[in-house]
Nanobody, 123 residues
Framework: QVQVVESGGGLVQAGGSLRLSCTTI???????MGWFRQAPGKEREKIGC????????SYPDSVKGRFTISRDGAKNTLSLQMNSLKPEDTAVYYCAARKFDVCVDSWGSGDYWGQGTQVTVSS
C-alpha cells in the first residue's frame, strides 16, 4: 500500500520561514514527486514537480525566488523550503507522487496524494 506523508505545516508570521517534508512509502522505481497548494475558495496550484534525477519544473511567479523544492532520493523524501512567507501563502499544502518519472501539468486521482498540511501565515 502506497503512502504519502507530509509534515511541517503550522502558523508563522509574515516574513518567516517553514520547511515542509514529504515521505513516500511503498513506491518502487523511479517516479516524479511534486508540491501543490490550495487556498480556500481557490483552485489547486502546482508549486513544482521534481524528477527522480533532481530535475525540476519552473516555479510559478507567486513563489519564485522564495520557495525551493529539494529531494533526497535515498530517503524517498521531498522537501519544500518556504522563505519570506506572505499571508497569501496561507493554504493546505499537498505532496504527491506519480507512478512514473514524468512531470505533467495536471495531476489527479491516478497519482498518490498526501493528506495535506495546513500552512497559515499571519500578517
Amino acid at each position: 500500500q502506497v503512502q504519502v506523508v507530509e509534515s511541517g505545516g503550522g502558523l508563522v508570521q509574515a516574513g518567516g520561514s517553514l520547511r515542509l517534508s514529504c515521505t513516500t512509502i511503498g513506491i518502487v522505481g523511479y517516479y516524479a514527486m511534486g508540491w501543490f497548494r490550495q487556498a480556500p475558495g481557490k483552485e489547486r496550484e502546482k508549486i513544482g514537480c521534481m524528477y527522480s534525477n533532481g530535475g525540476i519544473t519552473s516555479y510559478p511567479d507567486s513563489v519564485k525566488g522564495r520557495f525551493t523544492i529539494s529531494r533526497d532520493g535515498a530517503k524517498n523524501t521531498l522537501s519544500l523550503q518556504m522563505n519570506s512567507l506572505k499571508p497569501e501563502d496561507t493554504a493546505v499544502y499537498y505532496c504527491a507522487a506519480r507512478k512514473f518519472d514524468v512531470c505533467v501539468d495536471s495531476w489527479g486521482s491516478g497519482d498518490y496524494w498526501g493528506q495535506g498540511t495546513q500552512v497559515t501565515v499571519s500578517s
